[in-house]
């Protein structure tokens, strides 16, 4: 298939977003929903995107994430938006812990104005950025080191998370899916964060809206066991309802 014109401006549309759903492209490029199914459809066919409910993806894989640098540039803005506000919400004097993830990683980098934190986490790269905050406690979990992120993995991680219960545990995750399941992709990983949300007495979910929608192969938790989502755009359909059924609460970072 030879793309035209404007498929090929919505397949850029799409790449520098990640996701976006069918009527913000068919108002960005100005033509007429039906139109836009058809152009959407046509790619999807041809493997070039993914269409979910109401909306289209770039494909990915359930099995393997992308690479730590281009998750680290991609969404960019929006998840320093997200970081800048879960800061704000981050009281001084709490326990915190924060998973592996670039999205953890930006929050990090929001927390270093604050005093009286102690962080406890599986992320070197979290780790390394708030050991330059003076007034905050770095304690670093124990385990196998994945070199392509520096994040710490394995049961050696998972019984040193066992031994604390802070305050709030600040996730990040690389997939939410329709049925309301938080997914991820190495089953290592997944069962570190599960001890993360088990040893925490509130639950803070930061997830760009590129994550709605974007399949993983392992389930992490329910929205049901989230306290709160702080995301960058609206929340695409059928998460609302979701969301409200778990009562999480929402928070859109402008």
Same mark, same amino acid.
């Given at each position: 298939?030879?793309?035209?014109?404007?498929?090929?401006?919505?397949?850029?549309?799409?790449?520098?977003?990640?996701?976006?759903?069918?009527?913000?492209?068919?108002?960005?490029?100005?033509?007429?929903?039906?139109?836009?199914?058809?152009?959407?459809?046509?790619?999807?066919?041809?493997?070039?995107?993914?269409?979910?409910?109401?909306?289209?993806?770039?494909?990915?894989?359930?099995?393997?994430?992308?690479?730590?640098?281009?998750?680290?540039?991609?969404?960019?803005?929006?998840?320093?938006?997200?970081?800048?506000?879960?800061?704000?919400?981050?009281?001084?004097?709490?326990?915190?812990?924060?998973?592996?993830?670039?999205?953890?990683?930006?929050?990090?980098?929001?927390?270093?104005?604050?005093?009286?934190?102690?962080?406890?986490?599986?992320?070197?790269?979290?780790?390394?950025?708030?050991? #330059?905050?003076?007034?905050?406690?770095? &304690?670093? +979990?124990? %385990?196998? =080191? $994945?070199?392509? /992120?520096?994040?710490? !993995?394995?049961?050696?991680?998972?019984?040193?998370?066992?031994?604390?219960?802070?305050?709030? #545990?600040?996730?990040?995750?690389?997939? &939410?899916? +329709?049925? %309301?399941? =938080? $997914?991820?992709? /190495?089953?290592?990983? !997944?069962?570190?964060?599960?001890?993360?949300?088990?040893?925490?007495?509130?639950?803070?979910? #930061?997830?760009?809206?590129?994550?709605?929608?974007?399949?993983?192969?392992?389930?992490?938790?329910?929205?049901?066991?989230?306290?709160?989502?702080?995301?960058?755009?609206?929340?695409?359909?059928?998460?609302?309802?979701?969301?409200?059924?778990?009562?999480?609460?929402?928070?859109?970072?402008?």
């Amino acid at each position: 298939m030879s793309p035209n014109p404007r498929q090929i401006l919505l397949l850029q549309a799409v790449q520098a977003q990640g996701s976006v759903m069918l009527d913000d492209l068919a108002a960005k490029l100005g033509v007429t929903l039906q139109t836009m199914r058809r152009d959407v459809q046509r790619l999807a066919d041809e493997g070039l995107l993914t269409r979910f409910h109401g909306g289209v993806r770039v494909p990915s894989s359930t099995t393997e994430n992308i690479a730590h640098q281009q998750r680290e540039n991609l969404h960019a803005a929006g998840k320093a938006r997200i970081a800048r506000a879960v800061a704000a919400e981050v009281p001084n004097d709490c326990s915190l812990i924060l998973n592996i993830g670039t999205t953890t990683e930006a929050i990090a980098k929001a927390l270093l104005q604050h005093s009286g934190l102690r962080v406890i986490t599986n992320n070197l790269n979290v780790a390394i950025i708030l050991s #330059a905050n003076p007034r905050c406690e770095v &304690i670093v +979990a124990g %385990g196998v =080191l $994945r070199g392509r /992120d520096r994040g710490v !993995v394995g049961e050696a991680a998972i019984d040193f998370i066992r031994q604390f219960k802070v305050d709030i #545990a600040l996730i990040g995750i690389s997939g &939410i899916e +329709a049925d %309301g399941s =938080l $997914r991820d992709y /190495d089953f290592r990983e !997944v069962k570190v964060s599960q001890a993360i949300i088990a040893h925490a007495r509130e639950v803070w979910l #930061a997830a760009d809206h590129s994550k709605f929608n974007r399949p993983a192969m392992v389930e992490v938790a329910q929205l049901a066991q989230i306290d709160r989502l702080f995301t960058d755009a609206p929340i695409p359909e059928p998460f609302p309802a979701l969301l409200a059924e778990a009562q999480v609460r929402c928070h859109i970072a402008a």
